[in-house]
């Protein structure tokens, strides 16, 4: 029975340890995903990917312009300089990796590829 | 005039013997691969890229000459605001995956689509859209590539002294072969290569920009004393807010949308590479595009003389950089960075505009006539095709027309006007239809380009916002016309193209 999430099949065990038949543990088991399940994934995915735009152009703004407002140099040059450049680097960085590692999923993308003369 | 060199040459020569050898390699895996059939091998490498390789395949594809020589030769002009502006470019590729990589790669294999056209005709069901497409594919991708070739010829010429033509003909024919040859698995091994020489082109330039200048606070005091405004983000008012707008839009958001960056989605073979790829392409694309527009501002430290003293154009700032603080064979290494840059933009414009011929116009048609066309008669008439397109830009670059950066520019707007809402329709919208996408596609490109050509802008701000403008009304509008005039026969239709595309409605 699928129930959505990683974990779906559950071991039941009797015998002398579980006399009355008594789940003992759970088994991961991959999740089978059906096409709409993986293109309603894709979806979410997409409109994450959007979020991340808003907040990455956010950073990019306020350490930049922003940082621009304040006088001061490292190595003789304006800190905007660095966080405009370098700080909106690492947002898009820390964006990748939080839609890659929390938002993005895996599944096989093949189904039966249909082809091209079908 | 530079005295010509064999030394510096040499890197350049080492450089595309590596990328001919690894395109012949990959034809060969392609043969022992085998199954698919030829089209799928040639023109979207059986969908096995992985992560590392479709990084670097979607950066250097993007990432052309004019980021290498154009972008930072502004930059020395204009300072530290155009490197902040060049910053935007880090959010391309989770744009691009985030957006487009799943559902382009599901989408895809369920219709056994290997370009986008076919993806394109598919949804909307138009022959008259995918044809549009595939004009303007074939024209704007033809103006890109001569503009790449110019421009890695104009710098060789400079650098090493030989002439524009000789350098045109080194690479330009080294890059016709390798393409021809190794189909899309070979274009993105060769990008691969081609990213890597891209880093260390700008390791070298840095060191001797570096070295020459008296070191980075060296450079900044000089920058200082001789133009202040470049240390300042709107640069003496040379860099305007409207301008971050206009290029956020330009380089750095609508760029998910490019036909030659989409169909890269198509072809990465799991979750796990898409991933990957992500975070490591976020990362590379980064160091590179602020490292190399960071070079430009910097050889202001070291090329302090004003614009006529150079030539008059931005374009020539870089090659005298190098010329000026490398010995010959160092030069000749950092020069294979631009000239990389050129290439794998090239290769992989060249493997798509013949692709968009093959494929999706006469494969097509021979399809609807019922003919079977043989995978040998593919084979030839792909190579064919390929090397014949390769030819004819190379001829255009032979007599050069005059700035890089524009005809760079549009391109890139022409294709992301005529692509964004129709892509965008066609994967998140049931509403979009033909009518809308027909509209959105031919009405966005045709005002864009004539605004582009008459010089007309709004509020004047980039032509960009215009296309981009004109081609979303279009394609609501028109999907409003074209829902109403909708009838029972559209609806059977639409029934299995939805089953593809929003099986989730």
């Known amino acids: ?23 003992l543990f759970v088994l991961p088991e991959k999740k089978q995903w059906t096409y709409r399940e993986k293109m309603a994934q894709a979806n979410r995915e997409a409109k994450a990917t959007v979020v991340a735009l808003v907040i990455v152009v956010v950073v990019w703004i306020a350490a930049g312009f922003g940082l621009s407002a304040f006088d001061v140099e490292v190595f003789g040059t304006p800190i905007w300089v660095f966080g405009g450049t370098l700080g909106t680097w690492i947002a898009a960085i820390v964006a990748a990796v939080v839609l890659g590692r929390r938002v993005f999923a895996d599944f096989d993308l093949n189904e039966e590829e249909r082809d091209a003369n079908n | 005039m530079q005295t010509t060199s064999i030394a510096g040459l040499l890197p350049v020569l080492i450089f595309l013997v590596l990328a001919l050898g690894l395109a012949i390699a990959a034809r060969r895996r392609s043969r022992a691969a085998g199954e698919g059939g030829f089209v799928k091998e040639y023109f979207i490498g059986n969908r096995t890229l992985g992560g590392f390789v479709l990084a670097m395949t979607t950066i ?52 056994g689509a290997v370009t986008v056209i076919d993806v394109i005709r598919a949804r909307f069901r138009s022959n008259a859209l995918a044809n549009a497409a595939a004009l303007i ?60 020489a891209m880093l260390v082109g700008i390791v070298v330039l840095a060191a001797g920009i570096l070295i020459a ?94 614009l006529a003293s150079y030539g008059g154009s931005v374009d020539n700032i870089i090659p005298r950089t190098i010329v000026e603080t490398l010995p010959p064979w160092l030069a000749g290494v950092a020069i294979v960075g631009p000239v990389a840059a050129s290439i794998s933009t090239v290769s992989s414009l ?36 390929t090397l014949g397109v390769g030819v004819i830009v190379f001829v255009l670059a032979v007599v050069p027309p005059s700035v890089i950066w524009k005809i760079n520019m549009f391109a890139f707007g022409g294709l992301e006007t005529a692509f964004c809402w129709v892509l965008v329709g066609a994967l998140f919208f049931k509403r979009a239809n033909k009518v809308g996408a027909i509209a959105s596609m031919v009405g966005g490109t045709a005002v864009y380009c004539l605004c582009m050509s008459l010089g007309f802008k709004l509020f004047g701000l980039h032509q960009i916002v215009i296309g981009i403008t004109v081609s979303l009304l279009c394609m609501v509008i028109g999907s409003w016309v074209g829902n109403r005039r909708a009838n029972a026969a559209d609806a059977a239709a639409d029934a299995e193209m939805r089953e593809v595309f929003f099986p989730e409605a």
């Open chain 1, 1 to 23: 029975m699928q129930v959505g999430g990683a974990y779906n099949m559950r071991v039941i065990v009797r015998g002398a340890c579980a006399p009355e038949g008594e789940e």
């Open chain 2, 137 to 196: 594919i074939v024209l704007f991708f033809a103006a890109t590539m001569v503009a790449q070739f110019v421009g890695g010829a104009k710098l060789f010429e400079a650098v090493t002294g030989y002439s524009y033509f000789v350098g045109l003909a080194i690479f330009g024919v080294a890059v016709i072969i390798f393409t021809t040859v190794g189909g899309f698995r070979g274009v993105a091994v060769t990008d691969a290569l081609c990213g890597i």
């Open chain 2, 213 to 306: 200048g008296g070191g980075w606070e060296n450079i900044m005091g000089t920058i200082r004393t001789n133009h202040p405004q470049m240390l300042e983000p709107l640069s003496g008012g040379t860099m305007p807010v409207s301008l971050y707008f206009t290029q956020w839009l330009l380089v750095g958001i609508f760029t998910f949308a490019l036909p030659q960056s989409v169909v890269r989605c198509m072809g990465y073979k799991d979750t796990k590479s898409l991933r990957g790829a992500m975070i490591g392409g976020t990362i590379i694309i980064g160091a590179m595009m602020i490292g190399v527009t960071t070079l430009g501002v910097l050889s202001a430290g070291v090329l302090t003389g004003d």
């Open chain 2, 350 to 385: 060249l493997i798509a505009s013949s692709s968009a011929i093959i494929k999706d116009l006469w494969l097509h048609y021979a399809d609807d006539r019922g003919q079977q066309v043989s995978d040998a008669v593919m084979a030839r008439s792909s190579q064919i095709i």
């Open chain 2, 60 to 111: 250097a594809t993007y990432g052309s000459v004019s980021s290498f020589v154009g972008g930072p030769g502004q930059a020395w002009q204009t300072g530290f605001g155009w490197v902040y502006m060049a910053a935007v470019q880090v959010t391309t590729l989770f744009l691009l995956y985030g957006i487009m990589g799943k559902k382009m790669a599901l989408v895809s294999r369920k219709l």
